[in-house]
């Protein structure tokens, strides 16, 4: 019988040489192997060691506070670091912004499918998805600093098209996150909130000449383990490290839920209506757009509430809301949580849920809109020296059919009310988000065009919708003047055809919009 080899993380640090690829698991706060991430942050810290490494992962890893990916912030540890999502990692983005190393930003879908390609040895992967955006090497190549040389993602003819193009690379050492090792080195991830993409750079690391190493919670007896919940075979194993609990938990500061790894299911309880607000006027307008049947991805913040909206309104299943992760139907959760979801249908592997959305599975999508141009372009990934990173953006609204960007009109210490069904604003943001240029661009109107997709732009006090000559206005909240405070808080004029139409005055009353009644 195959034994696998138990190490300390202490050991498993030293596993890493000087100038070695490194590949982690993790999505946001969940499923990260922290006692390994710990440990090589301890390491370099004592001997110096190990330096100018290559740090690589798909989605986002960390809760801005030290823990996770940011446990690799240390000038001369990184000799270059590619994600696709920053937000969770000031302090990785504070190093790139210093130039202290190479930094690239780039989609997340192709990273977790680019795993599978080095898994393969094929060459890399060819996708459109990024075309015209940030990504694509005439506007930057996801490079994010200066000291930033390398095209890692390279623009290609194919059979006399455009592709963008990320060639493959060999893994020296990928840790992951599992539950349960049995003595042959076998994992299973039950109590992980998704597969992510575990089995993928298992595969790439050891089919690379790499190192695999497994945290997990505990140690079974051989042949103990349920196949079928197996996820990473012992044969791709090399080494398996026992965290203690605080290590390893199942999302950060988080007490363990089996509800989010599908072990139990939840009831279902209604909340508590939410109060009329900026974000649930602009969820309350999202949903009138929903149909039967349908399948969504919502982003954070405003976008949430088109769940919450629907909720209230009796007709959550309406639509099967689905996570970048890898959930397909039940609650998504925010927070450290942000990638979990709460009694899910199904819980797939991270790339394949990709390959739904890069294909246009999705019928609709509810994102965020950060910054919007004249264009229709949004930025939602760079601002100045902020990164946020594009994370699995890009993927989700470059091939959905409908796209709805919701967000509030401008930013900053905006503060609106609204009295006898007219919106009033109370105080002004202090920042407009309808620019003349947007400072990258994490979509671009332009393709979306090309690709015939619907877009809207849902705020609180009016809507706009792209189309072939540019952004139209087309619909206004009862209450609020145009001049003032809809064209005067832009740095563009929108087309506006005739006397655009008046919000639904449903939207703007305490009581339920009556939508189930409505079917």
Known sequence: MRQVKIITAEQAAELIKDGDTLTTSGFVGSSIPEALNKAVEKRF???????????????????????????????????????????????????????????????????????????????????????????????????????????????????????????????????????????SGNI??????????????????????????????????????????????????????????????????????????????????ASAPLPLSAKKIIGRRGVLELEKDVVVNLGVGAPEYVASVAGEEGIGDYMTLTAESGAIGGVPQGGAQFGSTRNADALIEHAYQFDFYDGGGLDMAYLGLAECDEKGNINVSRFGPKIAGCGGFINITQNTPKVFFCGTFTAGGLKIKVEDGKVVIVQEGKQKKFIKQVGQVTFNGDVALKNKQQVMYITERCVFELKADGLHLTEVAPGIDIQTQILDQMDFKPIIDGEPKVMDARIFSEALMGLKEAE
Not at 82 to 104: C, D, Q, R
Not at 215 to 240: F, S
């Open 45 to 183: 810290l004592e001997t110096g060691h190990p330096k100018n490494i290559t740090y690589i992962y798909a989605g986002s890893q960390g809760n801005r506070d030290g823990r996770g990916a940011e446990h690799y912030a240390h000038k001369g540890l990184l000799k270059r670091y590619i994600a696709g999502h920053w937000a969770t990692v000031p302090k990785l983005g504070e190093m790139a912004m210093n130039n202290e190393m190479e930094a690239y930003n780039v989609s997340q879908g192709a990273l977790v499918q680019l795993f599978r390609e080095i898994a393969g040895h094929r060459p890399g992967i060819l996708t459109k998805i990024g075309m015209g955006t940030f990504i694509d090497p005439r506007n930057g190549g996801g490079k994010v600093n200066d000291i930033t040389k390398e095209d890692i993602v390279e623009l290609v003819n194919f059979k006399g098209e455009e592709y963008l193009f990320y060639p493959s690379f060999p893994i020296n050492v990928a840790f992951i996150r599992g539950t349960y090792a049995d003595e």
């Open 188 to 269: 299973t991830l039950e109590k992980e909130v998704a597969p992510l993409e575990a089995t993928s750079v298992a595969q790439a690391a050891k089919n690379t000449g790499g190192i695999v190493v497994v945290q997990v919670e505990r140690i079974v007896k051989a042949g103990t383990l349920d196949p079928r919940m197996v996820r990473i075979p012992g044969i791709y194993v090399d080494y398996v490290v026992v965290a203690e609990a605080a290590d390893h938990q199942q999302s950060l500061d988080c007490e363990y839920d089996p509800t989010l790894s599908g072990e139990m299911r939840a009831p279902d309880i």
